[in-house]
Structure formats: structure tokens, C-alpha cells
């Protein structure tokens, strides 16, 4: 299994783009998660999506930030416009639904907003 | 608000030694604890899950254990290795949700 798939590894960007994350979770996982990571904050949960539909988004930041998820194999984080405070990893992860407490991490996409 | 920590300092030790990480958490009542391991440049691996009635789980030369009344869990890894060098983080969980200490950076030296 190639596990979970993130793209880009790197986006570098300008203030004000638009920035569109990829990921494509482990096959037969019907659970996916978006996290950022920064040194200040630490690993948070944005999303959680549950067989493509948003459960709880209580974690996105603010509506410039948003998901969504079109089909079990595709989900997108979108950031419209962006900022040089989203500069981040954001990593996606996958699981079973109801084994959340095994959840497969992404390696990651590092972005910079110049 | 729930707040988790974390040794900020690397834990720098000499391999073939125990290596002890602490993780404390204040507000919270988690249903489970988790410890993920993360190399740089990579995303976090799951190692280890406990739940909260159990003391302690072992995985090879991993243990972990959880105290609820302290609300504290320490890992322990055995007889460490260099490859063990990495940052070593505590999530603590309720259902899907995960909410993660800022992690340990162990370094371990030959």
C-alpha cells in the first residue's frame, strides 16, 4: 500500500493566492482528517470528513480556509486568499471509521506564503 | 481550555539507556492517549495507544503508561537506539479527535 498521498510536498506562494492541497487517503479508509502543524501551535485538527461528508470543522480558521471531498480516494484544502500566518505543514491522515484511534499520517505539504 | 505539555528540551541520552518521556495534560478527561514518533520532514507514525482504564501497555522496547488521577503519561523507550532519535509526541483522544502535546525531541548518541 502507498499509504496516504499528499501533493505538493513544497508550495511557495504570494500573499493573496490561492493555495489548493491534495490528498488521496488509504484505500478502503472512510475516515480523513486535514492538520496543521506550527511550531507555535503544535498539531491541530482542521476537518474531519466521514465517508466525504464534513463532520466537524470546528477547526478551520476562518472562511478563507476550505474542504472538501468529492469521493472516498480525493480530498482538497483549499486557502483563498492566502496569508503569510498560513504558512504551515498541513498533513492529512486516514483511518477506519470507528478505528480512528489508528489514524495514517501523509508526509506533509510545507507551505510558505511570501 | 485543555492543555497538554510536553518537555520543550531535548532529552539527549547515551544509547543502550532507558529513554523517559512525560507528557501531562490539565482540563481534559481523555478516553485514550496515544504517542506518535515524527522524523523531520515527515508526518507523524502512531506507536503506541492507551486507554483510560489501563496502567500500562508494552510494544517491544516500548511501555507506556497512564495515570488519570495525575493525568500524566510517561514513555519509556528500553536499551534506545540512535535510529530512536526523533521528536515524540503525546495526543490525547475522544473518538476522532485528537488533540496533540507539542512533542519531545529525543536524541540518542552512540
Known amino acids: 500500500d502507498a499509504g496516504v498521498i499528499q501533493s505538493p510536498r513544497h508550495e511557495v506562494t504570494e500573499m493573496g493566492q490561492e493555495v489548493t492541497l491534495r490528498c488521496k487517503p488509504i484505500?478502503?479508509?472512510?475516515?480523513l482528517f486535514w492538520y496543521r502543524q506550527t511550531m507555535m501551535r503544535g498539531l491541530e485538527l482542521l476537518i474531519y470528513?466521514?465517508?466525504?461528508?464534513?463532520?466537524?470543522d470546528s477547526g478551520m480558521p476562518e472562511d478563507r480556509f476550505s474542504a472538501k471531498m468529492p469521493n472516498a480516494s480525493f480530498s482538497t484544502l483549499k486557502i483563498q486568499p492566502s496569508e503569510p500566518r498560513d504558512s504551515a505543514v498541513y498533513f492529512c491522515?486516514?483511518?477506519?471509521?470507528?478505528?480512528?484511534?489508528?489514524?495514517?499520517f501523509g508526509p506533509g505539504t510545507r507551505l510558505l506564503v511570501l | 481550555s485543555q492543555k497538554i505539555e510536553q518537555n520543550s528540551e531535548a532529552l539527549n541520552i547515551q544509547e543502550g539507556k532507558t529513554a523517559t518521556l512525560t507528557c501531562n495534560y490539565t482540563?481534559?478527561?481523555?478516553?485514550?492517549l496515544q504517542w506518535y514518533r515524527q522524523d523531520p520532514g515527515r508526518g507523524p507514525v502512531f506507536l503506541l495507544l492507551?486507554?483510560?482504564?489501563?496502567k500500562e501497555k508494552r510494544k517491544e522496547r516500548l511501555k507506556v503508561t497512564f495515570d488519570t488521577t495525575l493525568k500524566q503519561s510517561l514513555f519509556h523507550i528500553t536499551a534506545s537506539q540512535p535510529a530512536d532519535s526523533a521528536t515524540y509526541l503525546c495526543?490525547?483522544?475522544?473518538?476522532?479527535?485528537?488533540?496533540f502535546g507539542s512533542g519531545t525531541r529525543l536524541l540518542v548518541r552512540p
Open positions: 491522515a486516514s483511518s477506519f471509521s470507528g478505528q480512528w484511534e489508528t489514524q495514517y
Open positions: 484505500s478502503g479508509h472512510n475516515s
Open positions: 470528513f466521514n465517508n466525504n461528508v464534513p463532520i466537524d
Open positions: 482540563n481534559y478527561s481523555p478516553a485514550y
Open positions: 492507551i486507554r483510560e482504564n489501563e
Open positions: 495526543a490525547l483522544g475522544d473518538s476522532y479527535k485528537l488533540i
